[in-house]
């Protein structure tokens, strides 16, 4: 497992962009795929993105395809999510979460992989 740490998130008007990072501890950083998702107030937990150890494939839900990008150092084991042109229905708790699986990877439940604490994001009309 690896222990991950979220940070970046904050409030801006919509339109705007944020960087969320995700730093991983451990040396086996590189062989985790890792994701984000998200929970706002009063719903389920969903899938935001996702990016395999090899950097090769990317998974977005459609929700934030176009919009969001999602990068990876394994130099520094970390993870980034770019979020540009931010709309209010964004706005949620975003947690990183990491598995040695990437397939079904958007189905990660809480029992499975290892995942941060959430940082907030909040949109603003």
């Known amino acids: 497992q690896v222990q991950l740490v979220e940070s970046g998130g904050g409030l801006v008007q919509a339109g705007g962009s944020l960087r969320l990072s995700c730093a991983a501890s451990?040396?086996?950083?590189?062989?985790?795929?890792m994701a984000w998702f998200r929970q706002a107030p009063g719903k389920e937990r969903e899938f935001v993105a996702a990016?395999?150890?090899?950097?090769?494939?990317?998974l977005y839900a459609d929700s934030v395809k176009g919009r969001f990008t999602l990068l990876r150092d394994n130099a520094k084991n970390t993870v980034y999510l770019q979020m540009n042109s931010l709309k209010p229905e964004d706005t949620a708790v975003y947690y990183c979460?990491?598995?040695?699986?990437?397939?079904?990877?958007?189905?990660?439940?809480?029992?499975?992989?290892?995942w941060g604490q959430g940082t907030q994001v909040t949109v603003s009309s």
């Open positions: 979460a990491a598995d040695r699986n990437y397939a079904g990877i958007n189905y990660l439940s809480l029992s499975r992989g290892s």
């Open positions: 451990g040396r086996t950083f590189s062989s985790f795929a």
């Open positions: 990016i395999s150890w090899n950097v090769g494939i990317k």
